[in-house]
């Protein structure tokens, strides 16, 4: 990844790619079933970071491939007497709400625009021109984005888990 990222910069481009991020241990039971969905929520917290293009949670859009007997999170009792899920294709959330089992997501992060290769533009007077920006510019923006990715979740998380306190008084 850092070889491709470094020889993209040096012929002036820039890539993009995508960061997954796991939360483990989470009580079941946060977030709701209509409205303030935990993976909305999710969703609306990381696509608020720049450059953020797309949002994946569990199977994401490799699910819409499946059948639903296919796709579906069967259920079983555990060893500790703990309900689980065989696969985790949900990722975590079923109806909005957390289910015990990791918490995954995938969030797409577009290429860097300002590069140093020529692009064409238009000046604020109409013109067509050429433009290539100077000085130092990321070629991707990913390296910086995991940790923006993992405080937003996690912040997310936060929210959902003093909200399930405030209400229920359970944790």
Do not use: W
């Not at 949002?55 to 059948?67: K, N, R, Y």
């Amino acid at each position: 990844m850092i070889e491709l990222i470094e020889q993209t910069g040096r012929q002036g481009d820039s890539i993009g790619g995508v960061v997954e991020c796991v939360a483990r241990g989470l009580p079941k039971g946060l977030g709701m079933p209509v409205f303030d969905k935990l993976e909305a929520d999710l969703a609306k917290g990381v696509m608020s970071l720049p450059a953020s293009k797309g949002f994946e949670i569990g199977s994401g859009f490799a699910g819409t491939l499946m059948t639903g007997s296919e796709h579906n999170d069967e259920f079983y009792t555990d060893e500790a007497g703990e309900i689980r899920t065989v696969t985790n294709r949900s990722g975590g959330t079923q109806g909005g709400i957390t289910n015990g089992e990791n918490i995954i997501i995938r969030v797409a992060f577009k290429p860097t625009a300002t590069i140093r290769k020529e692009q064409r533009t238009v000046t604020q007077s109409g013109e067509e021109t050429m433009l290539a920006a100077k000085g130092r510019h990321d070629p991707c923006v990913l390296p910086r984005a995991v940790p923006m990715v993992e405080a937003m979740m996690a912040l997310v998380l936060c929210d959902h888990l003093m909200r399930q306190q405030g209400q229920c008084g359970v944790l």
